[in-house]
Nanobody, 115 residues
């Protein structure tokens, strides 16, 4: 069974930084793409950033230049470094992992940015 667990959320002032972590556990051979998504109250879940197995990254325009996604394949982990946070970044952040033709999601971690 594959499990996805996020951590690192919290409350931060505007302009501050947070680093989110996501670990995928279970009987895993190789994870393909991994990504971060977020959902603010009353809004649909949206893509934040993705990273392919080979390291190619993709970012939402709203976070380009502020957020950096990275992964450690040996640890089945993906990270999201968030700098210069803005109140509009407030949301529940979800990690996902593409493995064996399925997509697995974590339970989410809350990020709150105060003005």
């Amino acid at each position: 069974q594959v499990q996805v667990v996020e951590s690192g959320g919290g409350l931060v002032q505007a302009g501050g930084s947070l680093r989110l972590s996501c670990v995928v556990s279970g009987t895993i051979f190789r994870i393909n793409a991994m990504g971060w998504y977020r959902q603010a109250p009353g809004k649909q879940r949206e893509l934040v950033a993705t990273i392919a197995l080979g390291g190619t990254t993709n970012y939402a325009d709203s976070v380009k230049g502020r957020f950096t996604i990275s992964r450690d394949n040996a640890k089945n982990s993906v990270y999201l470094q968030m700098n210069n946070l803005k109140p509009e970044d407030t949301a529940v952040y979800y990690c996902n992992a593409h493995y064996a033709a399925a997509v697995y999601w974590g339970q989410g971690t809350q990020v709150t940015v105060s003005s």
